[in-house]
């Protein structure tokens, strides 16, 4: 849960965001990575579209051509020569260097998966197969081109799906192409479903820090082994998982139905396959079954408010204090309700036993009902035990939660939840604590919010010492 004093800063900063930022905001477009939001370079873009009327205008204006600001996460740190050789678009590529693009640029070293480190416009140009800038770059004197050409042979390869060139060349580079360039390599040969352009990559020397398992269709009983010490692993889905990969429902059904073993009821949950999901529950499916770590059914059905769901899952035996990701309980992820809490939920949860007080790593129950402005929430919680005096700041942390709440919440129904904390026993203890100031500034100014703080034991506001009577000269 984030800090109350970021939730103010950052309500704060979002306002003034909100009146600067104008209606050029609203066209913002959707960004591929989470860069820093920034105007658009206008010469990357001509050099991505190949748009030569634009370029030809730029460059006309004086526009610089060896930048490599590109803010959209496409480019990143790529020069427009590079945009525009890796697109081949020749006519661009001419242009640019007629305008003292430089060709020896090189992407420097950064902390992205991409681009490669190292990398030219003319290995680029080559690593898309793009033969005609590729030529202009050399007309223009481009050279020392020779490590990044090694890697930009080996994925053109991959790219046009030629295993047994990619498989060669991998051999003869291995040790000498960058892990980025051979996770950019397998994630093309795993698009492409290629158990030999797999392999290929694997013995181009791909040493990723941790285990890579992928999934690969291929005919029954092929031997899908990789070499002793690889990093990558094999598996291959059953017909039931090809069918809830391609969203088939009736395929899933058909096949189940033919007695072919079930998936995870969290596998199905993911495709929305509800009818089935309540089909394989009352054939007495596991309710708890998940991986390791993952969200559990009865999880993932509160998170998306699917009472149906929830109520079957209930009945067939699913625990409810059993934690998913991050320790996450269904009684928490109830009260993190997107885009707002369901309190039918929270209360069949509560009713079926759920733990009041079992807390995940950002907050215990009662505090996210008082945060997130649920007063039925923080009634029912603390009727049914929830404890207060747990938490870090004690009562005066709930009544702060109310009052700094992670959602919208209305004046009047931050009362109710005010209440809902004072008639349920939450106390200011000690009333004087250190850091309430705030509070007590808030319940001068509220003739709403006032009344309750104080009813709840909060004191008020001294009174500055009166100045001094004017004396006559």
């Keep these: 849960m984030k800090s109350r004093l970021f939730r103010v800063l950052s309500s704060w900063v979002l306002a003034c965001v909100a009146l600067s930022s104008g209606p050029a905001a609203a066209t913002m477009p959707v960004l591929r990575r989470e860069v820093t939001f920034k105007p658009e370079v206008p010469v990357i873009n001509a050099a991505r579209d190949g748009d030569v009327a634009r370029m030809q205008s730029l460059l006309g204006e004086g526009t610089a051509v060896n930048r490599t600001d590109d803010p959209t996460g496409d480019?990143?740190?790529?020069?427009?020569?590079?945009?525009?050789?890796?697109?081949?678009?020749?006519?661009?590529?001419?242009?640019?260097?007629?305008?003292?693009?430089?060709?020896?640029?090189?992407?420097?070293?950064?902390?992205?998966?991409?681009?490669?480190?190292?990398?030219?416009?003319?290995?680029?140009?080559?690593?898309?197969?793009?033969?005609?800038?590729?030529?202009?770059?050399v007309r223009a004197g481009a050279s020392g081109d020779e490590a990044c050409l090694?890697?930009?042979?080996?994925?053109?390869?991959?790219?046009?799906?030629?295993?047994?060139?990619?498989?060669?060349?991998?051999?003869?580079?291995?040790?000498?192409?960058?892990?980025?360039?051979?996770?950019?390599?397998?994630?093309?040969?795993i698009k492409q479903q290629s158990l030999a352009m797999i392999r290929a990559v694997d013995a181009a020397g791909f040493n990723p820090h941790s285990p890579v398992q992928v999934s690969l269709r291929v005919a029954p009983g092929a031997d899908v082994s990789m070499r002793a010490g690889s990093r990558i692993s094999i598996t291959v889905p059953t017909l039931v998982e090809?069918?809830?990969?391609?969203?088939?429902?009736?395929?899933?059904?058909?096949?189940?139905?033919?007695?072919?073993?079930?998936?995870?009821?969290t596998l199905l949950m993911e495709r929305w396959m509800t009818p089935v999901v309540l089909h394989l529950l009352e054939r007495g499916a596991d309710p708890n079954l998940r991986e390791e770590g993952e969200d559990t059914p009865l999880i993932k059905a509160v998170r998306r408010q699917e009472q149906v769901l929830v109520d079957a899952l209930l009945v067939a035996g699913a625990d409810v204090n059993l934690p998913g990701e991050k320790g996450v309980t269904p009684l928490l992820a109830a009260l993190r309700g997107f885009p707002t809490a369901e309190f039918g939920l929270v209360e069949q949860l509560v009713k079926a036993k759920a733990d009041v007080n079992k807390a995940d790593g950002e907050g215990a129950p009662l505090r996210e009902a008082a945060s997130r402005c649920l007063p039925k929430g923080v009634a029912l919680l603390l009727q049914r035990g929830a404890r207060w005096d747990v938490l870090?700041?004690?009562?005066?942390?709930?009544?702060?939660e109310a009052l700094v709440p992670q959602v919208p919440c209305p004046e009047k129904v931050t009362v109710q939840v005010l209440r809902a904390l004072r008639d349920g026993g939450v106390p200011f203890h000690?009333?004087?604590?250190?850091?309430?100031?705030?509070?007590?500034?808030?319940?001068?100014?509220?003739?709403?919010?006032?009344?309750?703080?104080?009813?709840?034991?909060?004191?008020?506001?001294?009174?500055?010492?009166?100045?001094?009577?004017?004396?006559a000269r």
């Design 392 to 400: 870090p700041g004690g009562g005066p942390e709930l009544y702060e």
């Design 150 to 189: 090694v890697e930009a042979d080996f994925l053109a390869a991959v790219r046009s799906q030629d295993a047994k060139r990619a498989l060669l060349l991998g051999r003869r580079a291995q040790g000498r192409i960058q892990q980025e360039v051979l996770r950019a390599a397998l994630g093309l040969a």
């Design 75 to 137: 480019f990143h740190l790529m020069t427009p020569l590079m945009v525009a050789s890796e697109r081949g678009h020749a006519p661009i590529v001419r242009l640019l260097l007629k305008a003292k693009a430089d060709p020896h640029l090189r992407v420097p070293r950064h902390l992205a998966s991409w681009p490669p480190t190292g990398w030219s416009a003319r290995c680029f140009a080559r690593s898309a197969g793009k033969s005609g800038p590729e030529r202009l770059l």
């Design 430 to 471: 000690p009333p004087d604590a250190p850091g309430l100031d705030w509070l007590r500034a808030r319940a001068r100014k509220s003739l709403m919010l006032g009344p309750e703080l104080y009813a709840a034991g909060l004191r008020r506001e001294k009174e500055p010492p009166r100045p001094p009577p004017a004396t």
């Design 242 to 265: 090809r069918a809830l990969e391609e969203g088939d429902e009736k395929a899933v059904r058909a096949l189940l139905e033919a007695g072919h073993p079930p998936p995870r009821l």
